[in-house]
């Protein structure tokens, strides 16, 4: 089975992220997965709009830790940080809007996917945790995405406390657009990406597009921002309380 499934549905694509032995935790071909899938799905002219979420029942655990800290690394490892970078470039040149359903947790890694959704929808009790900072890591991808959409002291809420923030936590802080029940997380967002497709072909397109706009920079000067803010030493990924 692939690391990132993409179904199609008429005017909208499902991307999900289909590790669900490790909850759906990061390695270097759920990266380059998703990435591909993005491009793909972007240069559909039929696409309106995407969906990502995780497969069974969660959205995405962080670095898969078993394949990072390994004793025989993988073959991917030299390269991930060229992989990740090209996962972030493809969620920040995505035309058509994107809605995340995160069920149970995104955690580090998977809160930097999470918070590059254009609309979230969260169960209520679920949550998203930007941990690094209790880990003694620094969070770059994080922090560049909450910073091109969020405040200042939003994004200090969520970086510096390294705390996790449930469904209602983050509606009230603008983060999610909504926080339905446990159970029904997946149906909401498909409900919602379906509205949302039911508007004339492109407008979903042209008002990201215009969103967009006012961004000077371009991806890399972005994402460079926030990683060479944090260049240094660091230690092996762990698991975050």
Known sequence: MPEVEIVMRGRWAELILNRPERRNAINGPL??????????????????AVLLRGADGAFC?????????????????????????????????LKKPLVVALERFAINGGAALALAGDLMIVGRESFLQVGEVRQGMAAPYNMAWLRLRHSAAVTARLTLT?????????????VAYAAPKEGSVVAEAVALVEELVEYPDQ???????????????????????????????????????
Do not use: C
Request: net charge negative.
């Open 31 to 48: 990266g380059l997965g998703l990435s591909d899938a993005l491009r793909k799905i972007d240069s559909d002219i039929q696409i309106q």
């Open 61 to 93: 655990s962080g670095l898969d830790l078993k394949e990072f800290n390994a004793e025989s690394p993988p073959e991917w490892l030299v390269r991930f940080g060229d992989i990740w970078r090209a996962t972030h470039k493809a969620l920040f040149h």
């Open 203 to 241: 407008a979903l397109e042209r008002i990201k597009t215009t969103m967009r706009a006012y961004d000077d920079e371009s991806a890399d000067a972005w994402f460079d921002r926030a990683t060479q803010a944090t260049t240094g030493g660091g230690s092996p990924p762990r698991a975050v309380t």
């Open 162 to 174: 390294g705390r996790r923030f449930y469904g209602a936590e983050l509606v009230g802080m603008g």
